[in-house]
Each structure stands twice: as structure tokens, then as C-alpha cells.
């Protein structure tokens, strides 16, 4: 009497794996051992103050048109002991650096006109190894997001344009300092020179009467016998 199996349960069957088959745990050495290696960014003596998502344009002069930098994270990093700020961004899946330059306090970042979402700033960019005027159009995937890297760029520029006044001030009480140690230390040899002076003048005198005396007794007239 035939059957109305599908053929496909007998393979089943026949396919299935046997106890000898089982997993023995046993594990084979990879051929070459791959050693972890650090991988630096140049970012590890920097803080973050800001990291947005966003996309970059550089505007080419020859062409007279905007193109494409990259898009992925743009960071405004504050160097631990010096202070300075610079813009880095990075592509996304590359990490290619497609923008680097420090925030300098003649610098101004404005809206793009006719676009909320994205701002026009120049810089001296150094992306490419090599410094370029750049003119930099960044587009965000929000207002807020651009009115916050706007804020904080402005931000940045005017507190580095305040620490170079506080340099400059700051160098200038030094010297004012010290030119008025050196004006205290001269008043002071002055007094020094003057009494040497005196003290010569003094030991000059005693040599002046004696030698008066001498004289006046060679002038006088030896009394007669």
C-alpha cells in the first residue's frame, strides 16, 4: 500500500547527525596570533565641549560651488594645560579627519542664509596636512543643534580673545614690576655712593691740615739767638 509521506521527511532522517558526530569540545590554535594594539587619536590630552552629529562643505572657489567634506561627529576640544580650543570632525564610518583648525578670537561663525539648520564660518584648516583658507558650511539635523554650535563656537572665540588680554595684561604687570625693583635697588646704591664720598672726603681732610701745618711752620721765621 503506498504512502503519502513526503519524500523530503525520509532525508530528514537520513541526513540526521549520529553519536559520533557530537561536539567533542575540543579547540583548535589559530595559525597567527593578532596582538591588541592602542590606537590614539590625538584627542587624549583634550576635553570634549561639544560633539554633534552633522554634515561638512567646503566652498571650492574654482568651481564656485559647495561640496561634500564629510558626515559624521564634530567636536570643539579644550586642550588640558594650554587652554586653546580647535574643531575636529571626523567621518563617520572612515574617521578620516575632514576638518582641524583651533577656534581663534577673530573668528565669527553666522547663520547660512535661508537655512536655520546650518552656519558658514573661515578658518585655517589643517585636514589635508597643510594650511588652507577654508570657507566651512556645517549642516545639522536640527535648529537646535545648530543654535547650540553656534552659542558655543561664539563662546569660545571671545573667552580666548579674553585670555590673550590677560597674557598681554598680565605680561605687562611683570615688567612694570620688575622695572620698579630695579628703580627701588638704583635709590638704594645712590646713599651707598654718596656716603663713600663722604668717607673719602673725611680721610682727605686730616691730610689737608697736616700738610697746612707743615707749610705754615716752614713759612714762620726761626726765632733769633
Partial sequence: ????EPEHEHREDEEAPTGDEEDTGAQVAPIIRLEE???T???????AILDLKAKLYRFDKDG??????????VKLLKHKESGKVRLVMRQSKTLKICANHLVLPTMSVQEHAGNEKSCVWHATDFADGELKDELFCIRFPSIENCKNFMETFQEVAESQNKKEENKDATAAADALEKLSVEEKKGEKEV????SEESKADADKKP????ADADKKEKEEP???S
Fill in 1 to 4: 500500500m503506498a504512502t503519502n
Fill in 37 to 39: 594594539v592602542a590606537v
Fill in 41 to 47: 587619536t590625538g584627542e587624549e590630552d583634550e576635553d
Fill in 64 to 73: 564656485n560651488q559647495w561640496k561634500e567634506r564629510g558626515a559624521g561627529s
Fill in 191 to 194: 646713599p651707598a655712593a654718596a
Fill in 207 to 210: 691730610e689737608e691740615s697736616k
Fill in 222 to 224: 726761626a726765632p733769633s
